[in-house]
């Protein structure tokens, strides 16, 4: 699996007279629903290092330039996911945070 697989496009509507369209990326809700449930046609295990690496960028991106794609309420179901998925694989994972507001707040009061 690609890192990209966990997101669609939308199209939306033009945002200029120019004509150009804007394109809007989103979780892609029932692929990360089937991962947490165990129904893909993938490898556990390659399902955890793509996810793996999608939350951690999520969160990097959130950290570093605010040009993170998910919102709240998106990374706490991705992550929820990645939770699964690796507890499928015998790996114990527990972030103390469940969205990028839980993160800025524990990592404000961590610089301290």
Do not use: C
Request: no cysteine; net charge negative.
């Amino acid at each position: 699996m690609q890192d990209e697989d966990w997101l669609v496009e939308e199209t939306g509507t033009p945002d200029s007279v120019w004509g150009s369209v804007v394109i809007k990326r989103s979780l892609n809700q029932d692929l990360v629903q089937r991962a947490q449930d165990g129904k893909l046609n993938e490898r556990d295990l390659d399902i955890a290092l793509s996810l793996t690496t999608f939350v951690h960028d999520e969160y990097q991106e959130f950290g570093t330039s605010s040009r993170n794609v998910l919102d709240d309420k998106d990374i706490a179901v991705a992550q929820r996911a990645l939770v699964a998925v690796l507890s499928r694989l015998g790996i114990p994972f527990s972030l103390p945070w469940r969205d990028f507001t839980k993160f800025a707040h524990e990592a404000k009061y961590s610089r301290r």
